[in-house]
């Protein structure tokens, strides 16, 4: 997508366009995309217009999730689990992280190969959201199944296959929550469900429909783009071998290497927003219900902002890179997603001496908001 970014880019940082039939305005200048991030007079709403009746359930559910509410009810509604995703409360996790990154790399250890994604990133990520709710382990792969389906339904490329799709997948997942709902009713234990079952200090408790909009919403953030973050690292060592030597002489490169990889290969290439007002940024006149698309891959690569954006330097810094969101609804859990990479990236780097693809057939998965690869199979020594 990246000479598209820079070719639109080129001709206006806001640009007119109509892509994949969404009309609006595409922002690819990075301080342009920051400024309208920060501002909350550009609010979210959901990727479902409003005048569709059908895939009612998905949208209802939509419609409760943290990241398309406005204030109050987000900050009600993000506060209340924002405890469990701070620096100091994740630094408990670490050591089960790393025991599950490993465990999963022994699995596959003897083999000399594995597929990144479903045999190392996916089951990760699974395994640590799952824990963090209060999920049995084994319904991990039904979680896999169904962040993969519902990604689907809030990027432009979706058919009205998927989201048929996603809205029976939306009402399993409602069913599935809602006798775990009953359960830690009962039985309160120390996970997200029976805090989000407590009673809430920051206003109003939430509403049994609101609690699970935000596991579909954590089960869907916690899933995708943390695997893709996870798999377009190796992709980027794989395909920049000088700075994966690096990162192997000095592997306190590593935070500073996945912050680059964060910016060069976003998970997140795109997010939007609707204009409340009318607005103007940097001479460009935003009408009241204009709809506005954030290319988050294209702010990150902005050569105004960037040097050598077309770049990855593993070494770059600073580097403040878009690909969390900001203001408000920057990434909640944003400190997990580095914190699995980090355990992910470092368990390849203590087990291997060499990576390499195993096939040249690489192919990226056909979305447009998202950066994801359909599979990465490597052999290593
Ligand atoms: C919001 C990216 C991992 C939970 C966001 C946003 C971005 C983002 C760009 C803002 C969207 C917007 O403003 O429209 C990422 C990336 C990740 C990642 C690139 C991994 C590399 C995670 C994980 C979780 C999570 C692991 C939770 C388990 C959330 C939630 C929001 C959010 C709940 C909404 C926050 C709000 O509305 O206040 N994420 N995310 N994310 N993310 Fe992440």
Known sequence: PYSFYDNIRSTNPIYKGNFFRYPGWYVTGYEEANLILKDIRFQNRIP???TTKKYEVLKNVQKQMMLYKNQPDH????KIVSERFTPRALEQLIPI??????????HVANQKRMNVISDFAFPLASLVIANMLGVPKQEKDQFRQWALTLIQTIDHTRSKESLAKGNDTTLEMIQYFQQLIQKRKQDPQDDLISLLLSDNQNGEP??????????????????ETTVNLIANSVYCFLTHPTQYDKLQANP????????????????TQMTARIAAEDLTINQTEIKKGDHVYLLIGAANRDPKKFINANSLDITRSPNPHLSFGSGIHFCLGATLAKIEAQAAIQTILEH???IKFETTEIEWRNLVGFRALKELPIIFE
């Not at 939430?206 to 899933?223: F, K, N, Q, R, Y």
């Open 48 to 50: 479902l217009p409003e």
């Open 75 to 78: 900050n009600r509604l993000r």
């Open 97 to 106: 992280i790393k025991e599950t990154a490993n465990g999963l790399f022994c």
């Open 206 to 223: 939430l509403t049994d429909a609101e609690i699970i909009s935000t596991c579909i919403l954590l089960v869907i953030a916690g899933h």
């Open 252 to 267: 306190l490169l590593l935070d500073s290497a996945i912050q680059e990889i964060l910016r060069y290969e976003s998970p």
């Open 352 to 354: 291997t001496q060499k």
